[in-house]
């Protein structure tokens, strides 16, 4: 009798992998055979991925078309494994991805690093709020020693493209 933690390691292994090894363990319930219950949770997997992908690359998804991104997305879920518990973080490598298979169309990539910037900027540490009183309180002399700080979340990355002009086109009303 294999243990509760081997059979999951097996479904999970089975899922990720489209293989179907759990077969032989399980008994057919009702009308769906064992393998027929395996690939429907393959599918939403895959699906539930393709979705997440989907609305954080929102900008990428829509200048791509669904057949293109959806293409993409299953090409990424395949060659990079979710290995996070926060679905959130999925996406990490996708602007990489991209780059590297359209490495002709570097506006691809460089439009998903922005959505992918963007959904991430509000996930840093905080940081204490400048106020106006506070810069309005210093005297002349105060402003010889005035430092101002980024906020840790901010990032700059160099872009190649017109890929700002591109997510603002899709994000205008």
């Not at 089975?14 to 219950?37: F, N």
């Not at 599918?43 to 393709?50: E, G, S, T």
């Not at 840093?124 to 210093?138: I, N, S, T, W, Y």
Request: some cysteine.
């Amino acid at each position: 009798m294999q243990t509760l933690e081997r059979l999951q390691s097996v479904f999970q292994d089975d899922v990720l992998t489209g293989q179907l090894q759990l077969v032989s363990a399980l008994g057919r319930q009702g009308k769906v055979s064992p393998s027929q219950g395996i690939e429907i949770y393959q599918n939403a997997y895959r699906l539930r991925l393709i979705e997440t992908l989907k609305d954080t690359f929102e900008h990428t998804a829509l200048y791509l078309g669904d057949s293109w991104f959806e293409s993409a997305c299953l090409d990424y879920i395949q060659s990079h494994p979710s290995e996070n518990h926060n679905i959130g973080f999925f996406g990490q490598q996708f602007p990489d991805f991209l780059h590297a298979h359209y490495p002709k169309d570097p506006d691809i990539g460089e439009l998903a690093l922005i959505d992918w910037r963007l959904r991430r900027a509000f996930d840093g540490p905080d940081e204490q709020a400048l106020e106006l009183g506070v810069l309005a309180d210093l005297s002349p002399s105060d402003w010889d020693f005035v430092i101002f700080r980024f906020v840790p979340t901010l990032l700059c990355h160099p872009l190649q493209s017109n890929a700002v002009a591109i997510w603002q086109a899709i994000n205008a009303p």
